[in-house]
Nanobody, 115 residues
Framework: VQLAESGGGLVQAGGSLRLSCAASGVIFSINAMGWYRQAPGKQRELVASITNSGYTNYADFVKGRFSISRDNAKNTVYLQMNNLKPEDTAVYYC??????????WGKGTLVTVSS
């Protein structure tokens, strides 16, 4: 399974970005897809996830600002990020969890929010 992320970049505080992650390869039934992030010197943390049935889960620090969605036919997950803050600066990683409980990760895309 390969996960290809795109959409990161540099944005001013208050701005928006949309991340995309497309899964390819031999993909067994997907349980959930999601986004994690890791800032310098910090641990990787969950940002948002969405199950195959559409149930979403968000970290408290992004509620009301970020929105996750997916296109099951394209095995693609999106993260719409609005009202970005400097503390959102991090490498954002796409995650896929399949029916066997196996996790796959993308290489990450850098999001930098300037103040």
């Amino acid at each position: 399974v390969q996960l290809a992320e795109s959409g990161g970049g540099l944005v001013q505080a208050g701005g928006s970005l949309r991340l995309s992650c497309a899964a390819s390869g031999v993909i067994f039934s997907i349980n959930a897809m999601g986004w994690y992030r890791q800032a310098p010197g910090k641990q990787r943390e969950l940002v948002a996830s969405i199950t195959n049935s559409g149930y979403t889960n968000y970290a408290d620090f992004v509620k009301g600002r970020f929105s996750i969605s997916r296109d099951n036919a394209k095995n693609t997950v999106y993260l719409q990020m609005n009202n970005l803050k400097p503390e959102d600066t991090a490498v954002y990683y796409c995650n896929l969890n399949n029916q066997f409980g196996m996790d796959y990760w993308g290489k990450g895309t850098l999001v930098t929010v300037s103040s």
